[in-house]
């Protein structure tokens, strides 16, 4: 069975992400054949619109294949992870500067590398199945797929409360944190796409579109914004675990069982993302970052206990905050010489998409 499906319908390219039974994740080889596949339709004038969807009922990506990942840090030499990150990071700076409009119906799951080939879209559809998370954090990584470009330009301190808390968020929520562009109801998904074959993106977007069920998180921005904008985890965490708001006190407490140097990592590359500026340099950033996981021993841990053994008890090193020192945390930044990604070299470059 192909991983990845491709057809063509009237003036719509289709990919479908085709491994339900591992809710879409994401293969090198998945990459590769949809980099190859938007190269062939950006200069194929019969195409005018690119449409991602998934296979299955659960959703459209659950992000990385990270078993292979977690097999390559324990028993391989990290090379074959590097290399899937690098052609998968590239095709997110692909995807976010493609020509054409690129819709990606975010229907479902929609985790890690799946907000990577989703949310870098011109256009982006969710429905009120959606739930759109970076949950890394909680396997002893940090947001990658250019989820801290995404997550810093989110209002207030909304980013980096999802960045930190790996909490999954609906339609209504991932529209308030520019994750997504207009909500459909997911039975209208089918006919929307079917429209694409002869219509423009925004005339079937006006046959669809309609307004979200209401979301969660505008009603907890004072104390999400006041605590989240501490400049440490732990004053984040001490600030969370003061509010008299019970959510507040469940962050605090679902806060402080993540892995305590990816927490601080985390924080360090939101922050530092928002100085940076352009995709490209943020994800030459996170490449550094990705590459620096592979010898920090919460990653291994953190996806032994969430998918391998399954016993979400994962045991941290360092295990507390207070242990994981500023040093630590910048030599996940250390530059990677002839390895680095490279994607703002020469220099930045900018596009829009207009239709």
Known sequence: MNDVLFRTTGHAAHITLNRPKALNALTHEMVLRIDHALTEWEHDPAVETVVLT??????????GDIRAIHDDARHGDGTAAAAFWRDEYRLNARIARYPKPYVAVMDGIVMGGGVGVSAHGSVRIVTERSRVAMPETGIGFVPDVGGT???????????????LTGAPIG????LLCGLADHFLPSAAAPSFVADLAGLPVRDALARHVQEPPPGQLAAGRTWIDDCFAAGTV??????????????????????????????????????????????????????????????SPDLV????????????????????????TEADVERFFAPLGEHELGLAAPADTTGEVVW
Do not use: M, N
Not at 171 to 174: I, M, V
């Open 149 to 163: 470009f995404l997550l810093a330009l989110a209002p207030g301190e909304l980013g980096t409360f999802l960045a």
């Open 171 to 174: 339609a209504a929520d991932a």
């Open 301 to 324: 841990e953190g996806i032994r206990a969430r998918v391998i053994d399954k016993d979400r008890r994962p045991h941290w090193s360092p295990p507390a905050l207070a242990d994981v």
């Open 234 to 295: 732990e004053e984040i965490a001490k600030r969370l675990l003061a509010q008299d708001a019970p959510a507040a006190d469940e962050t605090g407490v679902t806060l402080l069982a993540k892995s305590p140097t990816a927490l601080k990592v985390t924080l360090a590359s939101l922050r530092r993302a928002r100085r940076l500026g352009a995709l490209e340099r943020v994800l030459d950033q996170e490449y550094r970052v990705s590459r620096a996981c592979l010898r």
């Open 54 to 63: 998934g296979a299955g009922e659960r959703g459209l990506c659950a992000g």
